[in-house]
């Protein structure tokens, strides 16, 4: 086989080992970023590429300049992501608690099409999180329809929302850390899961509990548009964005 050949394999399948690892960056890193350049200039390339990471179920959606190479699984691919697989140790309850934050979070830094298009850094905070979901749970009370009060949003959500909305919003241990029967504990850990996997980072020039969702969070965020869980609860905050006590966006460019 041409050496050539084999030498552009190997480099394209390097690419998709580096996209495996959405910590790193291609500006600190100078193979990859070399090999990033090479993906967005060469369509051979490109195309070689593409084809190793679908041979792997995974979809390449972008090549950022800054965030390097971001891959998504194929449904039912070999990376996919289930929530079951979230921190294995915690109860089935819990992990509809922290797909209920993720939700949340998503649709309150990301709520409308444009939202999704513009490559704006937003930034969130614990206690925004928090008060979002508390505003939420309001509004599915008071358009209420299920015996409890709450506006049902699918059936495995449905307890999630009560599990929340009778926690307080801090609660800490003796040893002065957050309680886990507290909602700020589980925000944090969900944002603190998404720093892990590449998609947010800490703001704490801006104080504890602040972070950047990142721009492959934006894309992830795209993908599940279309859910209808989702998409209740961006409408809640669209709504809550044009009141005039409404929260305003937080973003950077």
């Not at 600190?28 to 369509?43: G, N, V």
């Not at 699984?73 to 089935?92: A, E, M, N, S, W």
Request: glycine share 6%; with cysteine.
């Amino acid at each position: 086989m041409n050496v050539t050949v084999i030498d552009d394999a190997r480099d394209a399948a390097r690419l998709v080992r580096y996209a495996c690892q959405p910590r790193l960056r291609p500006l600190a890193d100078k193979p990859y970023h070399q090999l990033l350049e090479r993906y967005r200039s060469s369509s051979e390339f490109r195309e070689l590429v593409d084809a190793i990471a679908d041979g792997l179920t995974l979809l390449i959606v972008a090549a950022h300049p800054e965030e390097g190479i971001v891959a998504h699984p194929h449904p039912d691919g070999i990376f996919t992501y289930r929530l079951v697989d979230y921190q294995k140790g915690i109860k089935p309850a819990e992990r509809m608690l922290v797909g209920l934050i993720h939700v949340a979070i998503a649709a309150r830094a990301y709520p409308t099409p444009s939202d999704l298009e513009e490559e704006t850094i937003k930034r969130v905070s614990v206690v925004e999180v928090d008060t979002f979901v508390r505003h939420l749970i309001s509004e599915l009370r008071r358009s209420g329809e299920d015996e409890s009060g709450l506006t049902s949003t699918s059936a495995e959500f449905d307890q999630a929302w009560r599990d929340y909305d009778r926690m307080p919003s801090h609660r800490a241990t003796g040893r002065n850390t957050l309680s886990p029967t507290c909602t700020h504990y589980w925000i944090t850990n969900v944002l603190d899961w998404l720093v892990t996997q590449g998609l947010a980072q800490r703001a704490t020039e801006f104080g504890v509990g602040h972070y950047r969702l990142l721009h492959r969070f934006r894309l992830q965020v795209a993908e599940a548009a279309g859910q209808l869980v989702y998409e209740k609860v961006a409408d809640v905050r669209r709504r809550q964005v044009v009141l005039p006590d409404g929260v305003g966006e937080d973003g950077e460019r």
